[in-house]
């Protein structure tokens, strides 16, 4: 016999399936998006700007090799672009959200602290995507 | 009804998510302990609910011993 030490909240804080009478209810990982530019804190900041041009997002998330968020890079940060490092203008260590928490929590919080955008990461802090606030809004019931 | 005494009790192998991931690959049978309105509203996939307090004889019969047993409840506390 095996015990699932971590419980039901991780199965759900990696926004994994699930069944029964709500699990059809809207969450932040039923609403986010999966294009958010990425970047490694050496990448250089002309490029990143550009990919952030590219993107429907204002700004880039900063992660280790292995997907953990490190910090936010807005694109206005980057201007004037150079090919110094990202690095050292990312805002380090953003508030994030796991994906299993309900839209209009989400919405909330991100109003309280005037926030536009929800980074949502796993327990282990890895990126798993992002969504705007009015889209949170719109899918609150 | 019959009730489980000490001598039955086997210590659980606590696991993480890739182990859990890797027995349900192999047919492992995902128990939730937590009570019946925790279980309804949401619930890891083909998970049957047998509720901590009601453990016994009778409740653990649909379980088959030859197959791999997982048991979670909401989290590690």
Redesign the interface.
């Known amino acids: 016999?095996?015990?699932?030490?971590?419980?039901?909240?991780?199965?759900?804080a990696?926004n994994?399936?699930?069944?029964?009478?709500?699990?059809g209810?809207p969450t932040l990982g039923r609403v986010m998006r999966h294009d958010v530019v990425r970047c490694a804190p050496t990448d250089p900041r002309t490029a990143v700007l550009e990919s952030i041009k590219g993107s429907p997002y204002p700004f880039a998330v900063m992660t280790s090799a292995d997907g953990t968020v490190l910090g936010r890079v807005p694109a206005s940060a980057l201007d004037p672009p150079s090919d110094e490092p990202v690095w050292d203008v990312a805002e380090p260590g953003p508030k994030t959200f796991r994906p299993h928490h309900a839209v209009e929590n989400v919405a909330r919080q991100l109003a309280e602290k005037d926030l536009r955008w929800a980074i949502a990461t796993t327990p282990e802090g890895r990126l798993l995507g992002v969504a705007s606030r009015e889209d949170l809004e719109r899918a609150a019931p | 009804m019959p009730s489980l005494s000490y001598r039955d009790i086997?210590m659980?192998?606590?696991?993480?998510?890739d182990?859990?991931l890797e027995?349900a690959d192999h047919g492992?049978q995902?128990v939730?302990v937590?009570p019946a309105d925790d279980?309804?509203?949401?619930?890891?996939?083909?998970?049957i609910n047998l509720p901590l307090r009601q453990l016994d004889e009778r409740s653990t019969a649909v379980l088959d011993r030859t197959r791999?047993?997982?048991?979670?409840?909401?989290?590690?506390l």
Do not use: F, N
């Open positions: 016999m095996y015990d699932y030490v971590p419980g039901k909240v991780d199965w759900l990696h994994l399936e699930v069944e029964g009478e709500r699990a209810a | 086997t659980a192998t606590p696991i993480g998510l182990q859990l027995l492992a995902v939730e937590l279980y309804a509203p949401v619930h890891l996939p083909g998970a791999p047993i997982v048991v979670y409840c909401w989290d590690s």
